[in-house]
Structure formats: structure tokens, C-alpha cells
């Protein structure tokens, strides 16, 4: 028999694990319910904390007779059941938004979509030795929610994914940063670019004239999005141009400009332990928002530039007969992947594929004609990839494991080469997730 009052959480991955435990600390009656397996990981927490649970298929009947249901950023609304729960009038909200609940904590909430990983990083390093008593959740780490369970943390650095922003309603952002946008994920969206535009938006909603925004001044789809909508919160404007915003970011020559509306500092852009245009984005992004939390300049600019890079985004794995591999498994878009070619300076052998979500390879033609020597196919379905470029390259093979991909690439390239691995396509075809297919790469690698 339901309890009065029930918390439903649909997936027992992180997020809805962390969702569940954070619900019975705060005496909620909690039921978890995954569509499929959940993982021994989980599947131990949840007993650890006597969580009741399901797998392998919902009871729809308990599902809609709840009072709130949490549900993971994976599971579209699409769903026919989460239609049914909104039809029904239950609230069906992200496990973002039901930790924000719990937490009198500051946030600064990272979206976009690409470089979010990285400047949610370099935004927490920053804030870490500056001293703050500040936890990193969201898209990385540990759940917000877990984190909320068992920490009392002043500031919360989160990376926030669209999935999350769309069930978001009363969270709200004290500083926003928005990095890009580019089409990703349209398959969620019904192939409509705007509504995934709008789903980003999100992380300004409830922002007041006390908050910021920070955002990319070079984006022409966030450019002309902020010229329709009014913005409550203050701006704070990053990219190539805005070196004389106040207050802002930008670059004059060879430094970055970084200004909070009360004081300026400048750091050269060789001095960034991030090399590349698009880190210096993400440096300027992380940079700024640190400046407007007053933190000294002094440590922002040692932060930017003793920061480890993260694994699985332009990762060097190693050097085999002067052939270097990179391992960019992250790049699950054509925005992430081109970065990652504008970055390559040496012909590149570039193992691409997986599953694709509706890619136009238009935007990548010209990098892959002027530094592209051969393509290695990495997934079940490459007729796309052969299309965009059977024209531009004149060898692209077919594999379906890293350690084919890696071997065919080996052959292929000779000393002084680059091995890219940058899939501008998601994992699931052939690896559990891009972490899976970027460590089955590594490994693959040092068997050389």
C-alpha cells in the first residue's frame, strides 16, 4: 500500500540514487524505479540506506499515484508514462531542482553545449584554492543532491545539461554562464533547434537584478536570443570582442582582460595551462565568474594556470614511434569535435562514429580537408560519415571496437601523424558510455 505523500524516483542511476537518499534524510517515503538494470554500485547504496526499489520495469500504478516524482535527465518526456504523470498533474522535476530545496547554498550554475565539463572545473579549482567552502555536482562528480545529503557547503559549482534545465522551475542561479549554443541532442527537442535554445535559456529563469550572467558575446544564437529577452540580472559578457566590457572579459593582443566592474587584471593567454580557442573560452568564462565573486586576482590567474586538464577531453594518451594519440571520447557533437580539429596541428588519422544525433558534418568539411589524412569509422552505422567526406578523404575504413579503430589508425599513420579520437556522436552502440569507449581507446593504445 502507498504511502501518503510518496516521492517516486524514476532511475537509479547517480542523479536519482543521490535524489532517493536525500529524500529519506529528509523523511520523505521514497520508492526508486529503474525501466532497467540498476548497477551493483547502486543497487548497494540503495539497500545501505533501506530504499525500496524496482528494476526491469515500472509499476505504473504506484508511479502515478505519487505526490512528486524525480526523474533522470536521460528519460525524455516523451516517455509514455512521464506524459501520463504531466496530464495527471504530478510534478515531475530534476534532481537538481529538488536539492536546491535543501541547501541554502550560493550557485553557480554552468550550462551549454560544449566546454561545461571543463569550465565547471576550472571554476571549482579556482573557488577550491581560494579557500571557499565549495562543492562540484551536477553533470560531474557526485549528484548535487547526494552532495546536499551529506555536505552543508557555502557554493555549489554545478554543470547543468538541457535535460536537467528542462525540469528545473524554481532553482535559481546567483551567477549563470552560458558557454554556447549549438545544435546537440535534437533528437529531444523534435529536431527544433529553438525549443533546444529555450532549454538553455532556462538557467536564467528567477534570476534577479542581484545575480549575474555570464555569457559568450561571440555566439551569434545567444546574441540574437538576449536581443528578444529581457534579462534581469547583470551581464557579463565574454569573448574575442569584450575586452572593454564592465564588467566582462575579452582579449587585446595576447592577454586576456578581465574585468568585475570594480577592478582589472590581465594574464597572458601562453600563460593558460588550457592551450587551444576554445579554452581560452572556457578560461575567460571561469575567470570572470571567479573576479565577480571578488576572489584576488592573484589566485584566479594560478588557478588558470596550474589546472590538470580532464580526462577524455582532449587527453593525450601517449607517443608510439613518434604517432601521438589523443583520446577526445567526450566530443559527443560536431561543435565539441570541431575544437578538437581546429586544435591539431599534424596530419590526423580521426577514428569518428557512434550513434548519431542527427549530425550535419557541413561545419566540419573544411577542417577535415585542410588536416585530415584518413578516417577510421568507429560504430554500427557509418553511412553518414561516408557520405560528408567519401569526397574530401580518400581512405575511411570500418571498425567496431577500440581496439580495431586504434590498430586500423596505427597502420594508417606514420611518424610525426596524429591519431584524433573525436566521435561527434554519442556511445551507446558499441560502449556503455563515452568514459567507457575513451578508456577502452587508452587501453587499446598501450597495447601497442
Partial sequence: MKQKGEIIVLGAGESG???????????????VSDNGKITEKYRRVLKQFEIEFEENGHDAVRVLDAEKVIKSPGIPDTVPLIRQLMEKGVPVISEIEFASGYTRAKK?????????TTTTLLTYHILKNAGLNVGLAGNVGKSFAWQVAFHDFDWYVLEISSFQLDGMFRCKADIAVLLN????????????????????????????ENDYFVYWADDPVIEKELARRKVKATTVPFGEHSAEQNPGAGIIGNKIIFNNGK???????????LQGKHNSYNSMAAGVTSHLMDIRKETIKQSLSDF???????EYVASVHGITFINDSKATNINSTWYALEYMEKPTVWIVGGVDKGNNYELLKPLVAEKV?????????????????????NTIIDTESAREA?????????KGDTVLLSPACASFDLFENYEDRGNQFKAAVNEL
Avoid at 108 to 116: A, E, Q
Avoid at 373 to 393: M, T
Fill in 17 to 31: 540514487t543521490g535524489a532517493a537518499i536525500l529524500a529519506k534524510k529528509q523523511g520523505w517515503p521514497v520508492f
Fill in 308 to 314: 590538470q586538464n580532464i580526462a577524455h577531453r582532449l
Fill in 181 to 208: 549554443i549549438t545544435p546537440d541532442h535534437l533528437d529531444r527537442y523534435d529536431g527544433d533547434f529553438q525549443k533546444y535554445t529555450n532549454s538553455k535559456f532556462r538557467i536564467l529563469q528567477n534570476q534577479t
Fill in 108 to 116: 553557480i550554475c554552468i550550462t551549454g553545449s560544449n566546454g561545461k
Fill in 406 to 414: 586504434v590498430a586500423t589508425a596505427y597502420y594508417l599513420a606514420k
Fill in 263 to 273: 577592478n582589472i587584471f590581465d594574464m597572458t593567454l601562453e600563460q593558460l595551462a
Fill in 373 to 393: 589524412k584518413a578516417i577510421v569509422c568507429l560504430g554500427l552505422d557509418n553511412r553518414h560519415i561516408h557520405k560528408a567526406f567519401e569526397d574530401i578523404v
